[in-house]
């Protein structure tokens, strides 16, 4: 039984018109960079198709014989490449073609040429599924599968789309890639000694060019900062930012012959088990719309400041005005609280003076007040700023938040213990519950302290969420137990007062989403 019938179909089309990465082929548009710089000299193109035949899909043996279905394959694909041979030797000879190249959509990396332009193609050979049998899916796939489709058109250089394809190990590969490439580049550090948060400038030098591909192809270099591999225990140990200090993905600038870049870099959550060779660079050339590139990787040596010391010395820098006497009078430490601050949060450094905050090596939270008693008797010591922030990947600004949440603690309690103002509604809170330390006092002081961190501008929508600081499901917790107090305070004065304290916290909520009750985070205000 003779079955095998390969077919294919052709048209002669004009190059019609070209709008940068945009051309016109017989009234159809296309827009493929690669296309659009391959037909630059060309005026006449043919769009084409070749197939084993639908007679092959309908005579297919039985599924479930998975060797007969696989000599059946392999017959649809000698057909389909005789028909493709056949069609070839025809428009050479007939059109008298010389050196010619083709291009197929979707073969290669997506950008080359798009398989969505298949319909386009489909439209310059007319019903093409009643000329050889060839029907397009919806998802631009063609039936019988062993079917090709392109434009053939005439060139003076070889091209082949697999020269500008990434998958290596593709079967069906007929040439090596060949793509833009970074011939050799240099990292300049300028200052990498990055302290966390901070920024440095990495610059790369890179020559780039490819001779088997044009000299204007628009080409870039790209510069990233990264882990080092996917396992890494820290992603994001280096982040790129733009000179306005915006984090972004890349860094992009023309690539010539000879050129020069460079990206702003800031660390963010070091651990100190990390190496300090995890970090590197990458400086890659590409294309625009073709996304062809090798990939240099320079591993670069960065001196992160990521030990106990370094991190206490982070925060001593950053809070010079800290003493006895700022941002508060801070009570006298006695040898023991200093040893149990000492065993307990592993603090390198005596509590008093310019000490009076400084980096908690073994406390596993993001900042914390030490103060206790009541009334006038009520002593405030220190702050600690703890692990959460360097090991969640926060940046100084988080920190910065973190400090100020501690530092209003501080006043929170030097106003209970000093009734200052008078009539301090921490006063009245501290004699209501028992306390600063007593649990209704606690939840008061937290919600004005975590919206004042989600009220801050100076730190993103990272800081808020459970990741990172979380305040803003920290606020609506220690709010929503506000409400459930305000009920058990006497009547009078002192649930006025109260009341009056927590309308205002609702009053400075700045998600109006929150004061509706269809959102998953409402909270209403007090009665």
């Not at 040429?113 to 000329?131: C, M, N, S, T, Y």
């Not at 360097?390 to 030097?414: F, I, K, P, Y």
């Not at 730190?459 to 990172?468: E, K, L, M, P, R």
Request: with cysteine; net charge negative; charged share 25%.
């Amino acid at each position: 039984m003779k079955v095998g019938k390969p077919k294919a179909a052709y048209a002669e089309s004009f190059v019609e018109r070209r709008d940068g990465d945009t051309v016109q082929v017989g009234g159809v548009s296309f827009t493929s960079p690669m296309l659009s710089m391959n037909l630059k000299s060309v005026e006449r193109a043919f769009p084409m198709i070749a197939t084993c035949g639908h007679e092959m899909d309908e005579a297919s043996p039985a599924k479930g014989d998975m060797l007969k279905e696989f000599w059946w394959d392999l017959i649809k694909g000698h057909l389909l490449a005789a028909a493709g041979q056949r069609l070839s030797d025809h428009l050479h000879r007939r059109f008298r073609l010389g050196r010619t190249a083709v291009m197929r959509p979707g073969s290669g990396d997506a950008s080359v040429w798009p398989i969505e332009q298949q319909r386009g193609l489909f439209a310059l050979l007319g019903d093409v599924q009643k000329a050889i049998g060839v029907r397009l899916t919806d998802s631009f796939l063609m039936v019988p599968n062993k079917t090709t489709s392109g434009l053939l058109f005439p060139t003076e250089k070889d091209f082949r789309s697999c020269e500008v394809c990434h998958r290596e190990n593709c079967p069906s590969r007929r040439a090596p890639f060949i793509g833009l490439h970074v011939n050799e580049a240099e990292i300049a550090q300028d200052d990498l000694a990055i302290l966390r948060g901070s920024r440095a400038r990495i610059a790369v030098r890179a020559t780039c060019g490819n001779d088997s591909l044009p000299s204007d192809m628009n080409a870039e270099v790209e510069l990233a900062a990264g882990p080092a591999s996917a396992s890494d225990p820290a992603p994001g140990l280096l982040e790129i930012q733009s000179t306005e200090g915006d984090v972004i993905d890349h860094v992009l600038f023309p690539a010539d012959a000879d050129t020069e870049g460079y990206a702003l870099v800031r660390g963010r959550g070091i651990r100190e088990s990390q190496a300090l060779e995890d970090v590197q660079v990458e400086a890659r050339a590409t294309d625009k719309g073709m996304t062809c590139a090798t990939v240099l990787m320079t591993v670069v040596r960065v001196d992160l400041v990521v030990t106990a010391a370094g991190r206490d010395a982070e925060v001593k820098a950053l809070f010079p005005h800290w003493n006895n006497r700022s941002p508060i009078n801070f009570d006298n430490v006695s040898n023991a609280f200093q040893a149990a601050m000492v065993n307990r949060y592993g603090i390198l450094r005596q509590i008093n003076g310019n000490n009076r905050i400084q980096y908690g090596p073994r406390l596993n939270d993001n900042g914390a007040e030490f103060s206790g008693g009541t009334g006038a008797g009520i002593e405030i010591y220190c702050v600690l700023l703890g692990n959460n922030i360097w090991n969640s990947g926060q940046v100084r600004e988080d920190l910065m938040a973190s400090a100020l949440h501690e530092r209003r603690h501080c006043l929170q309690d030097d106003s209970a213990k000093r009734n200052t103002p008078a009539a301090s509604i921490y006063a009245r809170l501290d004699q209501l519950f028992g306390g600063v330390t007593s649990d209704g006092y606690v939840d008061f002081a937290e919600a004005e302290c975590h919206l004042l961190e989600v009220r801050n501008t100076s730190v993103g929508w990272w800081h808020s969420i459970a990741a990172s600081q979380g305040d803003l499901g920290l606020f609506r917790t220690r709010y929503n137990n506000c409400l459930g107090r305000l009920p058990l305070v006497p009547a009078g004065a002192d649930r006025t007062a109260v009341r009056t304290f927590v309308q205002g916290l609702y009053q400075q909520i700045p998600f109006l989403e929150m004061k509706r009750a269809d959102y998953d985070g409402y909270v209403r205000a007090p009665n």
